[in-house]
């Protein structure tokens, strides 16, 4: 299986990439997770993306906040799916980010998920895997009934509550 490959612009990100890791990991799916900058360490980032398909990655995420350039100037030296998780920061709470993130020029993508939307950054990155991969198809799958069994037991206990 293809690795899914992490990209945070600084350890502040880790909290938001935790829930990619989790998500990952419960799915089974081998990632390597690094701090590179896109403004402190455009050479080591670029050159990550640059190797990443070489090295095993079949998708990368790229989370960062504030100035958010990560997922760009990784999508721009790669052709590998690219999604940008969008951090929250303290002075615009996020959507500074959000827009650097999902406003990317034509011909250099990147998925965008919510402002800190790490678990399903995971999920997309897993649902893009799983095009060619039966078993990760059928674990999407499995996930998805046992949400919607969650949900539909708390509505039998709302309802139950409620609607007599």
Known sequence: MKKVGIIMGSDSDLPIIRKATDMLTALEIPFEVHIYSAHRTPVEAADFARNARANGFGVM????????????????????PVIGIPCKSSNLDGLDALLSTVQMPT????????INGGANAALIAAQILAVEDKALADKLDAKRASDAKVVLEKDAAVAAEFNK
Do not use: D, E, K, Q
């Open 61 to 80: 995420i790229a989370a960062a906040g504030m100035a958010a350039h990560l997922a760009g100037a990784i999508a721009a030296n790669t052709t590998l």
């Open 107 to 114: 011909g250099i993508p990147v998925a965008t998920v919510a």
